[in-house]
């Protein structure tokens, strides 16, 4: 298995574009997760799906930030328009909602994020 | 509210033993894992533990105590690889997310 893909993994743009970062989990994983980790913040969770559905937003930050996940292969992250302060990785992650018992996070190698 | 609190650092000898600690504050508990970054790198996962006790994974252990909110993970025969840091995760319920503690920077010296 390839493991979770994310693209861009550089990413360097100016403040007021747009930026979309992708996703694709691990095949079979029901669950899919956007992370971002700054020095500052540590490792915060954005936003979540299961089965392609979003279950919890509560962690991104404002308007600015929208996520989606049409298909169960496929997520994107969505900044518009981005700020310096955005500037940060990105990781995205799976894993496969058993119900019981433990619930293994396996995560893609980030996209690095600088908004100038 | 929510928190995890670890060391923000830790520093050891090539091949000795070493705890981290990790204490969670959480308006339920479904289980608390541990995660290893290496700089420049993704989260991996490293240790789960749903009940009380220890579980071993090779060189690493990890410990749960609920009735203590607490927990530990164990890194035995140290080796220069692994330093990295090492984040604690609680998750409250079966149906909601992972909180991750702001880990712990371990270094390891010759």
């Known amino acids: 298995d390839a493991g979770v893909i994310q693209s861009p993994r550089h990413e360097v743009t100016e403040m007021g574009q747009e930026v979309t970062l992708r996703c694709k989990p691990i095949?079979?994983?029901?669950?899919l997760f956007w992370y971002r980790q700054t020095m500052m913040r540590g490792l915060e969770l954005l936003i979540y799906f299961n089965n392609n559905v979003p279950i919890d937003d509560s962690g991104m930050p404002e308007d600015r930030f929208s996520a989606k996940m049409p298909n169960a292969s496929f997520s994107t992250l969505k900044i518009q328009p981005s700020e310096p302060r955005d500037s940060a990785v990105y990781f995205c992650?799976?894993?496969?909602?058993?119900?019981?018992?433990?619930?293994?996070?396996?995560f893609g190698p980030g996209t690095r994020l600088l908004v100038l | 509210g929510q928190s995890l609190e670890q060391p923000s650092e830790v520093t050891a000898v090539e091949g000795a033993i070493v705890q981290i600690n990790c204490t969670y504050q959480?308006?339920?508990?479904?289980?608390l894992s541990w995660y290893q970054q290496h700089d420049g790198g993704a989260p991996t996962f490293l240790s789960y533990n749903g009940l009380d006790g220890l579980e071993e994974t090779g060189r690493f252990s990890s410990f749960l105590s609920r009735s203590d909110s607490y927990g530990y993970l164990l890194l035995q025969e140290l080796q220069m690889k692994d330093s990295a840091s090492y984040f604690c995760a609680v998750r409250e319920s079966s149906a909601s997310k992972i909180i991750f503690g702001s880990g712990t920077r371990l270094s390891i010296r010759p």
């Open positions: 959480t308006s339920g508990f479904y289980g």
């Open positions: 095949s079979g994983h029901n669950s």
């Open positions: 992650a799976s894993s496969l909602r058993g119900g019981l018992g433990k619930e293994t996070q396996y």
